[in-house]
């Protein structure tokens, strides 16, 4: 460029042209075009704070900001030349454990992971080695109610049955008395969720542990529970302590949780804590080097970011028991503000009131009559506002009937929900005094979906709306 011409960016050659886009690029370009090309293409995601449709962690203080950045280059398999992230990482996991009740939480195996997926995989894969380990033959199985795809992903790479209990009647979560009948010699364990994907409720693990016992007792069948705590595993023990669902349940053989969900880590951090050292089989264990020896490690992934459990760290001794106590607490208060709110509307039925005692900081919700839209239609409208918001089938069995759910996180205020309320008032007039010829179906809609079978899940487009920082 010659010295006389405009060094404005956006006359730059490299964004005259339009950036590349099919072929690997065959030209350099300085730094600060391609920066901003990304930079401005990334504008037209939707806002993180304003979706939702995700469970997970769209606001980070400064201080975990800083240490997220000064931890970028760490790569948290290194123990031997990172020390420190790893103890601060096994610092977490007794935390963790004995935040959840672990008879030793000193001795306990556990891992961060890459997120719940990850950890409720090497659950899975505990508890069929285990199986197989004392005789199990042929194909396993596990039993479970409305899941998380990441439990269909598990049983289909890693070829274990999945049986998934029909829900009976207008209940949203599995009935414990339905778990008994599907339970076999090859049932590696009970999956139970404590915060549910669809609507936000939690199970009633006691009583699923309740049924096993009887089970047990008529049968001789003993079989584990895992706990899929993604998102109540960091509400409960603050919010509903009296709920008892975790390690004090001698059955619960493992736990898995998302640090990046309730947990306030950023994303990328989740967790997988075992009851006693026996319950993960020493054939899923690896031994790296550690400070001249070495430190057991069990992960699918090899390299994974360190800062996510550094960061949680923080999280973990900047709150307290008494910090996050405070702070759920005032998450579930704009849950119930909003469930409020919703209600008033006179239009939807809550499925899911935002109560701590019931379910995670959420409010789901139906339409009970036709009120000549569905909620695909309301969805797609508040997305013209900037809010999104999940509408999607039931599971199985139920998959003729529509809910909505909103999840309220950590930096959505008592005034944002306000917002959303007024938002919806208007969308539900705009869609009354202008009908749409024809109403939304699921696809058209697009996005949302819960279905393994589907393309992307509506927690990858959260994931992917969530590399927009906050405040970006
Ligand atoms: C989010 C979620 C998962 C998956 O967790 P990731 O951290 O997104 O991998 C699994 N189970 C439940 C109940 C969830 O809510």
Same mark, same amino acid.
């Given at each position: 460029?010659?010295?006389?011409?405009?060094?404005?960016?956006?006359?730059?050659?490299?964004?005259?042209?339009?950036? =590349?886009?099919? &072929?690997?690029?065959?030209?350099?370009?300085?730094?600060?075009?391609?920066?901003q090309i990304v930079h401005d293409e990334l504008m037209l995601d939707g806002v993180s704070r304003m979706n939702l449709a995700t469970f997970c962690t769209t606001w980070i203080d400064e201080h975990a900001q800083r240490l997220m950045a000064q931890s970028v280059a760490k790569n948290i398999v290194d123990k031997d030349e990172y020390p420190q992230t790893a103890e601060l990482e096994r610092r977490c996991v007794r935390m963790v454990?004995?935040?959840?009740?672990? =008879?030793? =939480?000193?001795?306990?195996?556990?891992?961060?992971? %890459?997120?719940?997926?990850?950890?409720?995989?090497?659950?899975?894969? *505990?508890?069929? @080695?285990?199986?197989?380990k004392r005789g199990g033959r042929g194909v396993p199985n596990f039993v479970c109610g409305p899941v998380q795809v990441c439990w269909e992903k598990f049983a289909r790479y890693f070829d274990v049955e999945i049986r998934q209990v029909p829900l009976r009647g207008d209940r949203y979560t599995l009935h414990p008395d339905d778990i008994a009948a599907h339970c076999d010699s090859n049932t590696i364990m009970v999956v139970a969720t404590m915060g549910q994907t669809?609507?936000?409720?939690?199970?009633? %693990?006691?009583?699923?542990?309740?049924?096993?016992?009887?089970?047990?007792?008529?049968?001789?069948?003993d079989i584990p529970l895992h706990v899929?705590?993604?998102?109540?595993?960091?509400?409960?023990?603050?919010?509903? +302590?009296?709920?008892?669902?975790?390690?004090r349940l001698p059955r619960v053989k493992s736990i898995n949780a998302s640090g990046h969900k309730t947990g306030l880590a950023p994303l990328g951090c989740g967790w997988a804590i075992w009851r006693e050292p026996d319950d993960l089989p020493e054939e899923l264990i690896f031994d790296v080097d550690y400070l001249g020896g070495s430190m057991a490690t069990f992960n699918l992934n090899f390299s994974r970011p360190?800062?996510?459990a550094i960061t949680q760290y923080y999280d973990f001794i900047r709150l307290g028991r008494i910090g996050y106590t405070r702070l759920q607490s005032? %998450?579930?208060?704009?849950?119930?503000?909003? *469930?409020?709110?919703?209600?008033?509307?006179?239009?939807?039925?809550?499925?899911?009131?935002?109560?701590?005692?019931?379910? %995670?900081? *959420?409010?789901?919700?139906?339409?009970?009559?036709?009120?000549?839209? &569905?909620?695909?239609?309301?969805?797609?409208?508040?997305?013209?506002?900037?809010?999104?918001?999940?509408?999607?089938?039931? +599971?199985?069995?139920?998959q003729d009937e529509t809910i909505m759910r909103a999840v309220v996180r950590h930096g959505f205020t008592h005034d944002m929900a306000d917002l959303l309320l007024v938002d919806i008032d208007r969308c539900?007039?705009?869609?009354?005094?202008? +009908?749409?010829?024809?109403?939304? @179906?699921?696809?058209?809609?697009?996005?949302?979906?819960?279905?393994a079978t589907a393309a992307v899940s509506d927690e990858t487009i959260a994931a992917a709306l969530n590399l927009q920082r906050s405040d970006g």
């Amino acid at each position: 460029m010659a010295a006389s011409e405009s060094d404005d960016l956006f006359a730059m050659p490299a964004l005259d042209r339009g950036a =590349p886009k099919h &072929n690997f690029p065959h030209r350099e370009m300085p730094g600060p075009e391609a920066y901003q090309i990304v930079h401005d293409e990334l504008m037209l995601d939707g806002v993180s704070r304003m979706n939702l449709a995700t469970f997970c962690t769209t606001w980070i203080d400064e201080h975990a900001q800083r240490l997220m950045a000064q931890s970028v280059a760490k790569n948290i398999v290194d123990k031997d030349e990172y020390p420190q992230t790893a103890e601060l990482e096994r610092r977490c996991v007794r935390m963790v454990a004995d935040l959840w009740h672990a =008879p030793r =939480p000193e001795s306990v195996h556990g891992t961060s992971t %890459i997120g719940s997926s990850e950890a409720a995989m090497l659950g899975g894969l *505990a508890a069929k @080695t285990r199986w197989r380990k004392r005789g199990g033959r042929g194909v396993p199985n596990f039993v479970c109610g409305p899941v998380q795809v990441c439990w269909e992903k598990f049983a289909r790479y890693f070829d274990v049955e999945i049986r998934q209990v029909p829900l009976r009647g207008d209940r949203y979560t599995l009935h414990p008395d339905d778990i008994a009948a599907h339970c076999d010699s090859n049932t590696i364990m009970v999956v139970a969720t404590m915060g549910q994907t669809f609507t936000g409720l939690f199970e009633d %693990i006691a009583a699923f542990s309740a049924a096993l016992d009887e089970l047990q007792d008529r049968t001789g069948l003993d079989i584990p529970l895992h706990v899929d705590a993604a998102s109540g595993g960091f509400l409960a023990p603050f919010t509903a +302590p009296d709920l008892v669902w975790d390690f004090r349940l001698p059955r619960v053989k493992s736990i898995n949780a998302s640090g990046h969900k309730t947990g306030l880590a950023p994303l990328g951090c989740g967790w997988a804590i075992w009851r006693e050292p026996d319950d993960l089989p020493e054939e899923l264990i690896f031994d790296v080097d550690y400070l001249g020896g070495s430190m057991a490690t069990f992960n699918l992934n090899f390299s994974r970011p360190g800062g996510q459990a550094i960061t949680q760290y923080y999280d973990f001794i900047r709150l307290g028991r008494i910090g996050y106590t405070r702070l759920q607490s005032a %998450i579930y208060r704009v849950a119930e503000h909003l *469930a409020q709110g919703l209600t008033a509307t006179g239009l939807f039925e809550m499925i899911h009131d935002g109560s701590p005692t019931r379910g %995670i900081t *959420a409010a789901s919700w139906r339409l009970p009559a036709d009120p000549g839209f &569905n909620l695909y239609d309301l969805s797609e409208r508040l997305r013209s506002r900037g809010w999104l918001i999940a509408a999607y089938p039931l +599971p199985a069995d139920r998959q003729d009937e529509t809910i909505m759910r909103a999840v309220v996180r950590h930096g959505f205020t008592h005034d944002m929900a306000d917002l959303l309320l007024v938002d919806i008032d208007r969308c539900v007039d705009q869609l009354r005094k202008h +009908p749409l010829s024809s109403s939304l @179906t699921r696809r058209e809609a697009g996005g949302f979906t819960h279905d393994a079978t589907a393309a992307v899940s509506d927690e990858t487009i959260a994931a992917a709306l969530n590399l927009q920082r906050s405040d970006g």
